[in-house]
């Protein structure tokens, strides 16, 4: 039995998200697996893991709110920030040799969950936009291409 399951309340509907997102609740399970063997050296490799995907799912969050001219982007990188600084916060207290608490499990499907519910829903409807202005446009410069061909083969 998973320590925390999703749920499809946390989707977003923005299926690369929702996918890391996923991801990062597997973490979170893997670190609570992993604590209940108390091998700190397993501990370490997930919590390791679990700092690097969070810092490049933020980065490619961060990627699409600019792009899509997200208006808030700034402010919700300072939250992506400052739980980063959460994470290495206990990261270090765990390489000083203390242990990774419930607390921080705690803290950790807390800001996960109200992040998702209320920031990244935020920005939901602006990047879906941008997302389906773009696959507009591929569609729209394959079609282009496609006539470029049809018009070579008849006067080419
Ligand atoms: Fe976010």
């Not at 991801?23 to 893997?30: A, P, R």
């Not at 919590?47 to 961060?62: C, P, R, V, W």
């Not at 994470?87 to 419930?102: A, C, D, H, V, W």
């Not at 499907?109 to 519910?117: D, E, G, K, P, R």
Request: hydrophobic fraction near 35%; aromatic fraction near 12%; include cysteine.
């Amino acid at each position: 039995m998973a320590y925390w399951n999703w749920n499809s309340s946390y989707e977003l509907g923005i299926n690369v998200i929702d996918n890391q997102h996923k991801k990062l609740v597997q973490y979170i399970n893997e670190l609570q697996a992993a604590l209940t063997t108390q091998n700190r050296e397993q501990i370490y490799m997930v919590l390791m893991g679990m700092t690097n995907y969070t810092i490049s799912h933020f980065a490619f969050e961060e990627q699409l709110m600019e792009e899509a001219g997200y208006p808030m982007t700034k402010p919700h990188k300072k939250i992506h920030e400052s739980f980063v600084a959460t994470i290495q916060k206990y990261k270090s207290s765990f390489e000083e040799g203390r242990n990774i608490t419930g607390q921080f499990m705690a803290e950790l499907q807390i800001w996960l969950t109200h992040h998702i519910a209320q920031d990244d829903n935020d920005y939901k409807q602006c990047v879906e936009k941008m997302l389906e202005d773009k696959s507009l446009k591929r569609l729209e410069n394959r079609v282009e291409s496609k006539k470029k061909s049809w018009f070579a083969t008849l006067f080419g």
